[in-house]
C-alpha cells in the first residue's frame, strides 16, 4: 500500500511538473507576443526617441562632448498570485522597460565653466537640461571648483560629484580634486547580455568607445543617467 501511494505521488509530481512547463512555455510566447505587437513597437520607439534627443541638445547646447551611449531594453512577464511579500509583478501581463545611460567628454582643468555653461543651458531650455542658475547648490558647486566657497553639502563632506534632479536626470562626474585613492570616478557600463528582441535588446554605441577612451582622450567623464522608463505594461484582467 505504502509503496502504491509513493508511486501515485510521484505520477502526480510529473504530471503537476509538466504542466507547469508548458504554463512556462506558454508564458513565454505570450510575452515574445506582447513585446513585438504594435503598440509596444510604438511606445518603445517614442520613449527612445526622447531620450535620444535630449542627449543630443545636451551634446550640442553643453560644453560636454558625447562619446557613448549605453541602452538596455528588456521585457518580462508578470508573476503569479503573491500571497506574501507582494511587490505588484502579479498585477500585469508583462512590463517592458528601458535603461539610457550617456557619457560625456570633458576637460578637467575647466570644470567649473562646464558645469557654469550647463546651467546656463538649463536657464534657456529646462525641459531638456533641468539644471538651471535657480539651483543653489549647483551654483555652489561652481563655486566650489572656482575656488570662491567650500564644500558644497557643508564641511568634510568632500568634492561634489553630482547633479539630481527629481525622475528626471541625474549627472554624475569623476572627482578631479580628491585623493586618487578615494577618488570617485565614473565606471564602465556593464557587458551587453546578447540581444534578443523583442524580449530584451542592449546597445553600446559606438561599439569600439568604452569611458577609459573618453577619460584618455578629455580627461574626465561626465555621465547622464536616465531614470528607467516602464514604457509598455498590459495588466492583468
Not at 520607439?45 to 545636451?58: D, F, L, Y
Not at 503573491?82 to 517592458?96: H, L, S, V
Request: net charge positive; proline share 5%.
Amino acid at each position: 500500500m505504502r509503496r502504491l501511494l509513493l508511486v501515485t505521488l510521484g505520477l502526480t509530481l510529473t504530471v503537476a511538473l509538466a504542466g507547469c512547463d508548458r504554463s512556462r512555455e506558454n508564458s513565454v510566447k505570450t510575452i515574445r507576443k506582447l513585446a513585438g505587437s504594435e503598440k509596444a513597437n510604438r511606445a518603445r520607439k517614442q520613449t527612445e526617441m526622447t531620450m535620444r534627443n535630449v542627449i543630443t541638445s545636451w551634446d550640442e547646447r553643453t560644453p560636454l562632448t558625447l562619446g557613448l551611449v549605453a541602452l538596455d531594453d528588456v521585457c518580462i512577464g508578470g508573476k503569479g498570485k503573491e500571497w506574501f511579500f507582494p511587490t505588484g509583478d502579479d498585477q500585469y501581463k508583462i512590463r517592458c522597460s528601458m535603461y539610457v545611460t550617456a557619457y560625456f567628454g570633458a576637460k578637467p582643468g575647466n570644470i567649473s565653466e562646464v558645469i557654469e555653461g550647463i546651467l546656463a543651458a538649463g536657464d534657456e531650455d529646462r525641459g531638456d537640461i533641468p539644471f538651471g542658475h535657480d539651483f543653489d547648490y549647483a551654483n555652489r558647486v561652481v563655486d566650489y571648483y572656482r575656488g570662491k566657497g567650500g564644500e558644497p553639502q557643508g564641511p568634510g563632506t568632500g568634492e561634489p560629484s553630482q547633479l539630481f534632479a527629481a525622475a528626471t536626470l541625474t549627472l554624475d562626474w569623476d572627482q578631479v580634486r580628491t585623493n586618487s585613492k578615494i577618488r570617485k570616478t565614473i565606471e564602465e557600463p556593464r557587458a551587453c547580455e546578447e540581444s534578443e528582441p523583442p524580449i530584451r535588446r542592449c546597445l553600446r554605441e559606438p561599439k569600439s568607445m568604452s569611458v577609459a577612451d573618453i577619460r584618455q582622450k578629455f580627461g574626465m567623464v561626465f555621465r547622464l543617467a536616465f531614470p528607467v522608463r516602464d514604457y509598455f505594461v498590459v495588466p492583468k484582467q
